[in-house]
């Protein structure tokens, strides 16, 4: 990491307008690499934060600036909410269910399908 800080850009035109947008990159990616994403190439580095900071360098980073990048947050956050209020549903239904399993021990006391059954079976061996 030493020896990538003196490559960062002093003046002059590229991909970055600033340090700050530089940083603001890398930290993105270093997220999404502590996430699990896959590295655009093989480094020298190992720690995701300085892979991170030479991928941004390197410009093998895709960024969005300005009212597109307002946009893919906004695009994100509902993305996630419809993710997680799914996921929540699914838990609640499946706590509901073993809840309700649990309690019909104690609260249902009707007699199961099976022993239906064999009450009917018996009824009509005693009629018949």
């Not at 030493?2 to 960062?8: F, G, S, W």
């Not at 850009?9 to 307008?17: K, L, M, S």
């Not at 994100?76 to 699914?90: C, H, P, T």
């Not at 021990?105 to 064999?118: A, G, L, Q, T």
């Amino acid at each position: 990491m030493i020896d990538t800080l003196p490559l960062l850009p002093d003046e002059g035109p590229g991909q970055f307008d600033s340090r700050y947008r530089i940083v603001l990159v890398a930290v993105q990616r270093a997220k999404q690499l502590m996430q699990g994403a896959k590295r655009s190439q093989p480094s020298k580095y190992s720690k995701d934060t300085s892979i991170a900071l030479e991928e941004a360098l390197q410009g093998r980073i895709d960024f969005l600036v300005g009212e597109e990048a307002r946009q893919a947050i906004r695009e994100g956050k509902r993305m996630v909410a419809r993710e997680f209020d799914q996921s929540l549903l699914a838990e609640t239904d499946e706590d509901a269910r073993e809840i309700k399993k649990q309690l019909s021990v104690y609260v249902d006391d009707s007699p199961k399908e099976e022993v239906k059954e064999e009450v009917k079976e018996e009824v009509k061996e005693t009629e018949g």
